[in-house]
């Protein structure tokens, strides 16, 4: 779209990775692109960054009570975190370097959902995360607000949201409807 005269327009760019397997061959070539996150003025791209962190006494606690009661621990690490993210504010960014629309290369885009560096990514992700393990039944506990339990025919399943990886405890069955759910959501095709 053109860019907008009353808005500020936040910086971009491309970040190459090279990955490589244990004996040090390439595994995959990597390219994020990302927001400048310094671009960014408070009050203006952005109003809040805050999102609440997992609290270790939880994280103890669930291991703790997994051991006691014999369950299995079940990670996933989500890759794609920051881009679920839905962003409330009116944000517009620089046309990806080497993508430019040539007639238009005066243009911006107006983001929708975050991107990896923006301030506000964080609470993004946290906030539509939230909000889908609630509609799945999850309940948030008052102690911690990312530790979520659910109890179905009297087995429970508790998850915790760390960052953006997420480990789950309880049953085995209710641990993999989930993790399919989520795969599905968040469109991981590679969780094993």
Not at 24 to 44: H, L, M, S, T, W
Not at 140 to 152: A, C, E, R
Request: glycine share 6%; net charge positive; hydrophobic share 35%.
């Amino acid at each position: 779209m053109p860019r907008p005269q009353d808005r500020s327009v936040v910086g971009s760019r491309w970040i190459y990775k090279i990955k490589y397997t244990a004996d040090g061959n390439v595994e995959k070539y990597k390219a994020r692109f990302v927001a400048k996150e310094y671009d960014q003025k408070e009050g203006i791209d952005y109003e809040e960054t805050f999102t609440p962190v997992t609290r270790y006494t939880s994280i103890r606690t669930v291991i703790s009570l997994a051991a006691q009661m014999g369950w299995e621990i079940h990670q996933m690490d989500v890759k794609t975190t920051f881009l679920n993210g839905v962003i409330q504010e009116e944000i517009y960014i620089e046309q990806p370097e080497d993508f430019e629309t040539h007639e238009k290369k005066s243009h911006v885009c107006r983001l929708k959902k975050a991107l990896y560096g923006m301030k506000q990514g964080p609470r993004a992700w946290y906030g539509q995360t939230n909000g889908y393990l609630q509609k799945m039944g999850f309940v948030k506990s008052y102690t911690d607000p990312n530790l979520y339990y659910m109890v179905v025919e009297n087995v429970p399943l508790i998850l915790v949201l760390y960052v953006y990886d997420l480990f789950f405890t309880g049953s085995s069955r209710l641990i993999r409807d989930c993790k399919k759910n989520l795969a599905t959501k968040f469109d991981m095709n590679d969780l094993g």
